[in-house]
């Protein structure tokens, strides 16, 4: 079989749009590469004592930071930097936006977890990495503003995720379906394997924390009963990884429904609407599937502050819908 490289795969896309300027082919690349140098450290873990463990501080957003967590995140700065076609990024793991002084004429700022589930590295489970693209709306020739991250999800250029589990793996979309690409670490190059990634809108999988159960809404209450009750059908399959992207992608492939709902300790929900429910839910709806954050579509959220937090219910749009209102 004629192995397409996600290199070519871009190319080729590109040559679908003539008006297209190849700047977001080339940021998708430089993405691309990053995740590459994460994922050959991360291999590491375990043998090296740079790479495991604690940072010893915490984020922002007052969590333990991670020492991959801060590789992960200066990786991503780096290439980013390096990329040309990105005028600044926001990430969990900084407090602020950065913007580039050198890149002043990019066209697109970033948005990413550098490394999602980080608490599972110490115990080799799957972690990621999640990414947001927009097109700023400051002008060329300036410093990037807040403005240009605090954009609704449906503005999205581009989002997608690197999951580094038993293989690793590049899913992505522009707007144009999902195709997935995985490392063929021989050649360190990503390979389509997944064309066109679409989600069935019904399957018999749920993913959550369901240790918080006495701190959910009764509706949340009710939709787990369901899932439990084998006397009228089947009951659901529970699968839980604690890694949004490794729960995440099981869904996107197999069918079924992620939940983040508020609970008491996080009660505007626990995971970050930019970083990543924002480019899940742009893949999601890509792939046939919803997110909603249990009243509206995530990508209609207006978005206020860099690290705003959202109840998220993602995956296959039956089993959504039976959690909107
Ligand atoms: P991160 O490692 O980037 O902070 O994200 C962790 C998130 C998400 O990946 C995961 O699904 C969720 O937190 C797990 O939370 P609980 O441990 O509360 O289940
Ligand atoms: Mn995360
Ligand atoms: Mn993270």
Redesign the pocket.
Known sequence: MRLITLDEFIAINQEKHPEATGELSGLLRDIGLASKIVNRDLSKAGLVDAILGDAEKTNV?G?EV?KL?EFANNILIKCLKNSGECCGIAS?EEDSFVAFENRKNAKYVVLF????????IDVIAP??T?FSVFERISPKGELCTLEDFLQPGYKQAAAGYVIYGSSTMLVYTTGEGVNGFTLEPSIGEYCLSHPNITTPEMAKTY???Q??FNSFSDKVKSFVAYCQDGTTKKAFSLR????????FHRDLLKGGI?L?PS?S??PKG???LM??CNPMAFLQEQANGKATDGKQRILDIIPTELHQRTPVYIGSSKLVDMLSE
């Open positions: 957003q969590e991670k967590d969990e977890d550098p490394l999602d589930g980080s608490s599972n972690v990621g999640i993913s959550m924390n240790g918080n839980y990884i604690g890694s949004m992207v490794a729960d992620y983040y609970t300790d996080a626990k995971l970050r970083y990543e």
